[in-house]
């Protein structure tokens, strides 16, 4: 028997279990994030609710990637818009240009040129942040934190529910730094972070999700040029075999082969050049002003300018026009599509560039492709498909995606296919890549070797993500090695910084060699270190274990030891196994093979010695040993910022709540003004209640619609809602009497037709039925008879003093006092109607056979067969009880 302690153990388990199951439940929503330079959008998939793009609180479909911050107060999207032009140094916008950057990075110093904001570098991670003010430093990884709380507060309008498990997308080309960046928003932001997936896989995604495909595989090359960059990437879709156990079942694949990037071509590079032409026109027309000395006016002139570039690419020309532009000057001039080109010209050159290189690496040809698939919004822009035609062919271009929203949704799908809570019909494989060579940089140990760095590609171009390799060294104390990119990382053949991923110190292997060195010598074999490097399927490098590998002699223990630790070594390499045939690649292939030829034959023979029970032959030992990742170029936040982020995030959250009940408790305030002012013209009102009542209340309500646009501008929560409360005590008996006079009538009826139908009832069944074939008491019928003269009388002295009574005052009856008796009576009367008739047995000639029957079952007539199923007994009436039986269903629909 159990012990006490164990059952209680085991109760506390099953509880955990099921808690753990309703929690998950009521976190079943996924989200993703689509975030670009110019606008982010945001998709969700809930169990009962379709795979979609969750709206604003504009009912807008995509969010200016922007965010305001005035007096504590944090203002998103449009909102952010509309206050950039007066307060441009408190506006964030295009972040994503310049996550996990240093402040000497080409892209930031473009950034500081472009925006008014106070950047400055961050003294210990070589990274940026800004001043926002004397008491407020903000990292880019908390501005961009708050535009997800932004993205979460949307999907839980449209979930109904909080949304915290979240896809994010990346550009293929983003390093180690700014995924890590984007990983450490999330964070702030409170989500759990699934997974991040490029954005032309994601797009990639949702096309696969409604076609089939063939084992014979299909390329496209998926051109997304949004606001900040340009991407090509080049995949593949076909039919693979996919083994599940024992079975094998055939599911689309989407493979990417290569991809061809631009980091700087986007829709917002040709904002800035028209925004210059603007500005240059303006200088032309006012000599005596320049325009740039403004940054207020320049970011109007930037709003401007990118919204003339969307009108030319449906017009030949345009005007671009904005009030008191600067010193109260007034701007108009006319722009045509011919000029927005030929002051482009030089990027619209650019353009075929990463279809060119994604083919090139891919050794294939543009007839190979079956279509080019747009993606972005700046695809629209008419030069841009006309360069890309000059190169693929206008044939093969194609639009039936849609462009905006396909990245997002794909990224919400891939979130439900990782997400525990979704079973999906349709899996499809995905198989990504990185852009960059990932390669491992250390020096040898021994001294003849010279001390030259070895150079190991670990990860290459064009690789696949999600996935681990080995690598083997023979070291005699502890090491160091660099983690890099094999190629410049910015478009440039010039090594910098940000090329350098991190520094991987592996420690305790020293302390390890002392320690088994006596075992060590004895082995036939020098050990080794083992150092496994991972790829995840977020793009991220990890180092997450190191060990120390040698032959052990036997050590003379005992048979019924040996066998212990025979199961116990086996055990751990079936589990090593499984993971490296899951998830490892090994890098050098010599060593790694030999060793697992050693480890095979090791238990090839220990399998024999078992059996002869002989001596054993040497075991591979393993020690683990230690691993510091350290790393370089702009560093990720550390514990301490995260902290000081997050009571920041709180306290603005409280400020965010508190602002939100003030402006619901002033809206609730201000609707009621108006509601009532209405009401009061209703001729109802003017019968239910006096001139004197009426003239009070409009008094008040104006005095309150005065001072809401004078000294209520900065009220509190709490007067609004004291002025509510003060209103609805004049407000609300006139409302009640009024609700109470245009009820009457239809109350009255109620309390007829229920007083109607009991007597009905009861007198059908004294006149219809015979004597004998009655089951109703006369004690019961006549209670019921008695309740409803008893009701009928209540209802004639109500009446009666209500017609006596004054409409501006009180009811003498209302419908509460109504539905209170009609309950009473309908019971009384369902309980007489739903009283089931006493079973009697049907009485028949008994022969053998019937007495046979009546042994094997029970005799039941067509009443027992109704009564089984404890329905009531439906018998046939007539006429004048069958018309009282529909007046009292009816009744009951009322």
């Not at 932001?189 to 495909?213: C, K, W």
């Not at 030089?346 to 279809?355: F, K, M, Q, S, Y």
């Not at 209302?814 to 739903?834: F, H, I, P, S």
Request: glycine letters at 4%.
């Amino acid at each position: 028997m159990a012990s006490p302690q164990r059952i209680v153990a085991i109760l506390c388990f099953v509880l955990a279990m099921v808690l753990s199951l309703l929690s998950d439940q009521a976190q079943a929503a996924v989200m993703s994030i689509d975030y670009g330079a110019e606008w982010f959008k945001v998709g969700l998939i809930k169990p009962g609710i379709p795979l979609d793009v969750a709206l604003n609180k504009d009912s807008k479909r995509k969010t200016q990637a922007i965010v305001t911050i005035r007096d504590d107060e944090r203002l998103y999207g449009s909102d952010a818009v509309a206050l950039s032009g007066r307060f441009p140094h408190l506006t964030y916008s295009n972040l994503k240009s310049i996550i996990g950057k240093p402040y000497e990075d080409k892209h930031c110093i473009e950034y500081r040129n472009r925006f008014s904001n106070n950047m400055s570098p961050h003294p210990d991670r070589n990274a940026v942040f800004f001043k926002h003010n004397e008491k407020m430093e903000l990292s880019v990884e908390e501005l961009i934190a708050y535009q997800f709380q932004n993205a979460r507060q949307q999907a839980k309008n449209t979930a109904g529910e909080d949304v915290k498990d979240v896809v994010i997308t990346v550009t293929p080309f983003a390093t180690q730094y700014e995924r890590q960046a984007i990983l450490d928003a999330a964070e702030l932001a409170g989500l759990n972070v699934l997974s991040l997936i490029h954005d032309e896989t994601a797009v990639a995604l949702q096309y696969a999700m409604n076609r089939d495909f063939t084992t014979t595989p299909e390329y496209h090359i998926f051109y997304d040029m949004g606001a900040g960059s340009t991407v090509a990437s080049l995949v593949s879709f076909s039919i693979v075999e996919q083994k599940e156990g024992k079975t094998t079942r055939k599911v689309p694949q989407l493979e990417v082969k290569a991809v061809g990037f631009d980091r700087t071509l986007g829709g917002h590079e040709f904002d800035i050049r028209l925004q210059n032409m603007l500005a240059d026109k303006f200088n032309e027309k006012n000599p005596s002003l320049d325009i740039r000395q403004s940054g207020n006016a320049m970011t109007r002139l930037l709003g401007e300018a990118n919204r003339v570039k969307q009108i030319l690419s449906a017009n030949t020309e345009t005007m671009a026009s904005l009030e008191s532009l600067y010193e109260d000057v007034d701007f108009k001039v006319k722009v045509t599509r011919g000029e927005l080109e030929h002051l482009c010209a030089d990027l619209l050159e650019r353009v075929p560039g990463p279809i060119i290189t994604a083919l090139k690496a891919n050794n294939m040809k543009p007839d190979d492709i079956k279509s080019l698939v747009l993606v972005g919004g700046s695809v629209r822009i008419p030069a841009v498909q006309k360069n890309l035609g000059a190169v693929v062919g206008t044939q093969n271009i194609a639009k039936n995606v849609n462009g905006d929203e396909a990245a997002v949704l794909g990224a919400a799908f891939r979130g439900a296919s990782l997400s525990k809570q979704f079973r999906l019909t349709k899996q499809i494989v995905i198989k990504d890549i990185t852009v960059f060579p990932i390669e491992v940089i250390y020096h040898p140990e021994d001294e003849h070797l010279g001390r030259q760095p070895i150079h190991t590609t670990l990860f290459n171009e064009f690789g696949s993500i999600g996935t681990r390799k080995i690598m083997t060294f023979k070291r005699q104390s502890d090491f160091e090695f660099d983690v890099k990119y094999g190629k410049p990382v910015d478009e440039e053949d010039v090594e910098t910084e940000l090329d350098q991923i991190a520094k991987v110190k592996v420690t305790g292997l020293t302390e390890a060699l002392e320690k088994y060195k006596d075992e060590i010598n004895s082995a036939e074999q020098p050990p080794k270190v083992r150092v496994s490097i991972e790829l995840s399927n977020s793009g991220l490098i990890s180092v997450p274990e190191a060990s120390l590998s040698f032959q052990a002699k036997d050590n003379g223990s005992s048979f019924s030891d040996k066998v212990k630790s025979f199961f116990g070594s086996k055990e751990e390499e079936t589990q090593s196994n499984e993971e490296t045939a899951k998830e490892t690649v090994q890098a050098d292939q010599n060593n790694t093979e030999s060793e697992k030829k050693t480890e095979k034959k090791t238990t090839t023979e220990e399998e024999k010695e078992e059996k002869t029970n002989k001596p054993k032959e040497p075991s591979l030992k393993k020690i683990p040993l230690n691993i510091e990742f350290i790393g370089a170029g702009p560093v990720a936040m550390s514990t301490e910022e995260k902290t000081e982020a997050r009571q920041r995030i709180r306290i603005l959250d409280t400020l965010d709540e508190k602002r939100r009940l003030r402006e619901e408790s002033r809206n609730n305030l201000e609707s009621f003004v108006y509601r009532i002012q209405d009401f009061l013209y209703d001729d109802t009102v003017g019968i239910v209640s006096t001139e004197k009542q009426q003239e009070h209340l409009r008094e008040q309500l104006s005095e309150t619609s005065d001072w809401l646009y004078d000294d209520g501008e900065t009220a509190d929560t709490k007067e609004y809602t004291d002025r509510l409360k003060k209103l609805q005590t004049f407000e609300k008996p006139i409302t009640f009497r009024r609700q109470e006079y245009l009820e009457r009538d239809g109350n009255i009826k109620r309390i007829e037709s229920s007083v109607q139908l009991a007597r009905v009832f009861v007198d059908n069944i004294r006149s219809n039925t015979p004597e004998e074939e009655r089951y109703h008491t006369d004690e019961e019928l006549d209670a019921v008879l008695d309740l409803a003269n008893q009701i009928d009388s209540w209802k004639i002295e109500k009446v009666t003093a209500q017609e006596k009574r004054d409409h501006h005052l009180d009811p003498v009856f209302t419908g509460v006092d109504v539905n209170k008796q009609c309950r009473e009576l309908d019971e009384a009367l369902m309980k007489l109607m739903k009283k089931k008739k006493p079973k009697t047995k049907k009485k028949v000639p008994k022969n053998e056979s019937t007495e046979e029957q009546e042994k094997q079952e029970p005799v039941t007539d067509e009443n027992d067969k109704k009564e089984s199923d404890d329905e009531p007994i439906i018998e046939k009436q007539p006429e004048q009880e069958q018309d009282s039986n529909e007046e009292h269903r009816k009744h009951d629909e009322l």
